[in-house]
């Protein structure tokens, strides 16, 4: 999915810069594992990537608010809620590499092994959870978060290693996890941030010309396409699940929704108070996340 949506996207770059600049794609692990691609970029190993978040836990304090379910409904308001702190120079770790885009990936839904009704049936079990607020937030519902990549999810769901996971629909599909969940809480349960960077020489020394066609492209200009993509492809795998006589998709009723909102305040009172600006962090997020809902 990621490659189609990225080639079809540079293809684009590349005829804009009427071919001064290739864009030349590596599959997942090939050049750099998932947890050093940020590093990578900023070091000259490759010149471009992208990469999730969750695989550095606390590296990037600010952009976690996104892990916080029930807020943003979809992956364009979270990606503008992401754009706009860091437009606003409220995220820190990013200052020695060239930024392309900062976004949300697929927004997650709860996936379980067992019936799954309700945020209630979530006390006691075992879930997956990437990323330290969404971590926080599944305690706050009673769960037991487990830190696990995403590769591992289906193995330990077939051990009973866990009960279920929070994935976007995409994930569930790519990585077997639809094997071993049948009972899915369609709630948006928050989203692992992404960034797409690439190396600073590497942009500075790139004629002026060019520079103007990735900035033209990069930032908010992305986040539509991004957000309509993956989106879609989220959308469409989300409609064979409910078509399917084998699995069981629960939407909460609104009233249930405000109710365990309520439970997540302590969760975003307790990051605030310890990421610097966190309060101002969580507030402008969620400004920007209702002004995207808006339009």
């Given at each position: 999915m990621t490659t189609d949506l990225f080639g079809d996207y540079f293809e684009e770059i590349e005829e804009r810069t009427d071919g001064k600049l290739k864009i030349k794609m590596f599959s997942g692990g090939?050049?750099?594992?998932?947890?050093?691609?940020?590093?990578a970029v900023e070091q000259g190993l490759v010149d471009m990537a992208w990469g999730v978040t969750s695989y550095t836990p606390g590296r990037f304090r600010e952009l976690e608010v996104a892990e916080v379910p029930l807020y943003a409904s979809d992956i364009y308001e979270a990606s503008v809620g992401l754009w706009t702190l860091y437009e606003k120079g409220l995220v820190k770790g990013f200052e020695n590499v060239h930024v392309f885009a900062i976004l949300s990936s697929g927004i997650q839904r709860l996936h379980s092994t067992k019936p799954l009704g309700s945020f209630t049936a979530l006390e006691g079990e075992r879930y997956r959870a990437a990323g330290p607020l969404a971590a926080k937030s599944l305690e706050a519902f009673g769960a037991d978060p487990v830190a696990l990549a995403?590769?591992?999810?289906?193995?330990?769901?077939?051990?009973?290693?866990?009960?279920?996971?929070?994935?976007?629909?995409?994930?569930?599909?790519?990585?077997?996890?639809?094997?071993?969940?049948?009972?899915?809480?369609?709630?948006?349960?928050?989203?692992?941030?992404?960034?797409?960077?690439?190396?600073?020489?590497?942009?500075?020394?790139?004629?002026?010309?060019?520079?103007?066609v990735l900035n033209e492209m990069g930032g908010r200009n992305f986040i539509r396409y991004w957000s309509d993509s993956l989106g879609g492809e989220n959308e469409r795998l989300r409609e064979q699940v409910a078509s399917s006589d084998?699995?069981?998709?629960?939407?909460?009723?609104?009233?249930?929704?405000?109710?365990?909102?309520?439970?997540?305040?302590?969760?975003?009172?307790?990051?605030?108070?310890?990421?610097?600006n966190?309060?101002?962090?969580?507030?402008?997020?969620?400004?920007a996340v209702n002004n995207a809902h808006q339009q």
């Open positions: 090939t050049l750099v594992s998932a947890k050093d691609t940020f590093d995403v590769p591992s999810i289906a193995e330990n769901l077939s051990k009973n290693v866990l009960t279920g996971s929070i994935n976007d629909w995409n994930a569930v599909f790519t990585w077997g996890i639809a094997d071993y969940v049948k009972w899915h809480l369609d709630v948006p349960f928050g989203s692992s941030p992404v960034f797409i960077t690439i190396n600073k020489r590497k942009y500075n020394a790139l004629p002026e010309d060019v520079r103007q084998q699995d069981e998709i629960t939407v909460p009723p609104g009233k249930e929704m405000e109710v365990w909102k309520a439970r997540l305040m302590p969760v975003i009172e307790e990051w605030s108070e310890n990421v610097a966190g309060q101002q962090v969580w507030e402008t997020y969620l400004d």
